[in-house]
């Protein structure tokens, strides 16, 4: 019974051209659609530095963070965290863990959770293992927000709002200012998600824009812009105590090992230095933008996470398949990760990437938009 039923499923995701495989990334192949924003993560000459610095770490941490897994070097990151953010600071193993582990710990079925309709599959998990009742504001849609607010904000012991700054599939990104004024208007707990702004904005959106103080829990997954592996998470001590004590996917699970540590003390130790990187991206960004505005197409993007939306499952991987031929990487999104009919082709700039690149791309774009349909 199981296997049949898993295998019509399967069927129907091949009948509607969303079959997922898993592929090695053809090296010949420019890839634009790495998360690496900064170009950290494949930087030969950063890599050089650091192991000549860490020569001979340890691979595993063999143990839990309450065992042996807080070893010196993982202290020492949540030190040299905590004097950036002036904050309490607490290191999951990655981004989906820490999401969902702030959520699941702290929302019960006294809570109401009112979350932005797109937020990450980490914050939707921890929402559903909190039992807490949740409420959906339309994407990026803070008058809806008040609206559930004003509705809501009587009836329950507790509300948490969540947000991310910028968002993975469309590119756009929260008015972190406005939404601070409404918690101060309704008192909420707020979380807020900087996987795809950390590294972009330095130390991240809310650091830069010294929003820190207003955010109850500010997480900061490290897999993206941070070029590595792990998460920040930044709260009060009391959370932070209480996560050490209660928290399921922070307690029960093998610490990282001192390698991926090492490179994120690293990071953090230079991330003022690569103002150069940060400035260069500005430009592909706004590049980018003006060459999609010449061709004509279609995003909600602001930064550089640029989603070109195509619709239709077929048209997409006709489309993928060319820039393939071309020798572009590039991965079409589809549902269940974006709404149905609204699948895409999502790139992210990096500075590994030059300007020629970019140019050369938008117009394969172009000529692919207007011949496949
Ligand atoms: C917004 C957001 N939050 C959290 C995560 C999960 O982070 P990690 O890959 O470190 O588990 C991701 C990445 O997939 C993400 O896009």
């Given at each position: 019974?199981?296997?049949?039923?898993?295998?019509?499923?399967?069927?129907?995701?091949?009948?509607?051209?969303?079959?997922?495989?898993?592929?090695?990334?053809?090296?010949?192949?420019?890839?634009?659609?790495?998360?690496?924003?900064?170009?950290?993560?494949?930087?030969?000459?950063?890599?050089?530095?650091?192991?000549?610095?860490?020569?001979?770490?340890?691979?595993?941490?063999s143990?839990?963070r309450?065992?042996?897994?807080?070893?010196?070097?993982?202290?020492?990151?949540?030190?040299?965290?905590?004097?950036?953010?002036?904050?309490?600071?607490?290191?999951?193993?990655?981004?989906?863990?820490?999401?969902?582990?702030?959520?699941?710990?702290?929302?019960?079925?006294?809570?109401?959770?009112?979350?932005d309709?797109?937020?990450?599959?980490?914050?939707?998990?921890?929402?559903?293992?909190?039992?807490?009742?949740?409420?959906?504001?339309?994407?990026?849609?803070?008058?809806?927000?008040k609206?559930?607010?004003?509705?809501?904000?009587?009836?329950?012991?507790?509300?948490?709002?969540?947000?991310?700054?910028?968002?993975?599939?469309?590119?756009?990104?929260?008015?972190?200012?406005?939404?601070?004024?409404?918690?101060?208007?309704?008192?909420?707990?707020?979380?807020i998600?900087?996987?795809?702004?950390?590294?972009v904005?330095?130390?991240?959106?809310?650091?830069?824009?010294?929003?820190?103080?207003?955010?109850?829990?500010?997480?900061?997954?490290?897999?993206?812009?941070?070029?590595?592996?792990?998460?920040?998470?930044?709260?009060?001590?009391?959370?932070?105590?209480?996560?050490?004590?209660?928290?399921?996917?922070?307690?029960?699970?093998?610490?990282?090992?001192?390698?991926?540590?090492?490179?994120?003390?690293?990071?953090?130790?230079?991330?003022?230095?690569?103002?150069?990187?940060?400035?260069?991206?500005?430009?592909?960004?706004?590049?980018?933008?003006?060459?999609?505005?010449?061709?004509?197409?279609?995003?909600?993007?602001?930064?550089?996470?640029?989603?070109?939306?195509?619709?239709?499952?077929?048209?997409?991987?006709?489309?993928?398949?060319?820039?393939?031929?071309?020798?572009?990487?590039?991965?079409?999104?589809?549902?269940?990760?974006?709404?149905?009919?609204?699948?895409?082709?999502?790139?992210?700039?990096?500075?590994?990437?030059?300007?020629?690149?970019?140019?050369?791309?938008?117009?394969?774009?172009?000529?692919?938009l207007?011949?496949?349909?």
């Amino acid at each position: 019974m199981l296997k049949e039923k898993i295998k019509k499923e399967l069927e129907n995701f091949k009948d509607e051209n969303r079959f997922r495989k898993l592929t090695i990334l053809n090296q010949d192949f420019l890839n634009l659609s790495s998360n690496d924003y900064m170009g950290f993560g494949n930087n030969a000459l950063l890599i050089e530095e650091f192991y000549k610095k860490y020569p001979n770490l340890a691979l595993s941490s063999s143990s839990s963070r309450l065992i042996s897994g807080s070893y010196s070097l993982v202290m020492k990151l949540e030190e040299l965290a905590e004097n950036i953010y002036k904050k309490p600071v607490l290191f999951f193993n990655s981004g989906f863990d820490c999401n969902c582990c702030v959520i699941e710990t702290f929302c019960d079925e006294k809570t109401l959770v009112i979350s932005d309709k797109l937020n990450h599959a980490s914050i939707h998990d921890g929402i559903l293992h909190s039992k807490a009742t949740l409420l959906r504001y339309k994407h990026l849609d803070l008058s809806h927000l008040k609206i559930l607010l004003k509705k809501n904000k009587d009836k329950f012991e507790n509300i948490f709002v969540i947000s991310e700054t910028i968002y993975s599939m469309d590119g756009d990104c929260v008015h972190l200012e406005e939404l601070i004024s409404l918690k101060k208007e309704f008192n909420f707990s707020l979380v807020i998600d900087e996987a795809h702004s950390f590294g972009v904005y330095s130390y991240g959106m809310a650091h830069s824009k010294n929003l820190i103080e207003h955010i109850d829990f500010l997480t900061i997954p490290l897999g993206k812009g941070g070029g590595s592996t792990g998460s920040y998470l930044i709260c009060n001590q009391l959370y932070k105590d209480y996560i050490i004590n209660k928290g399921r996917k922070f307690i029960y699970t093998t610490a990282l090992p001192p390698i991926n540590i090492a490179w994120n003390i690293f990071i953090l130790e230079k991330m003022e230095l690569f103002k150069d990187k940060r400035q260069y991206l500005i430009e592909l960004q706004e590049l980018a933008h003006s060459l999609i505005k010449k061709y004509n197409m279609n995003t909600l993007s602001t930064t550089h996470i640029i989603s070109i939306i195509i619709g239709d499952n077929e048209r997409l991987d006709k489309i993928t398949n060319y820039l393939k031929e071309k020798k572009y990487f590039v991965y079409g999104v589809k549902e269940p990760t974006v709404p149905k009919g609204t699948s895409r082709i999502r790139i992210g700039l990096s500075p590994s990437l030059s300007k020629d690149n970019i140019i050369d791309f938008f117009q394969e774009l172009n000529y692919a938009l207007n011949t496949f349909f």
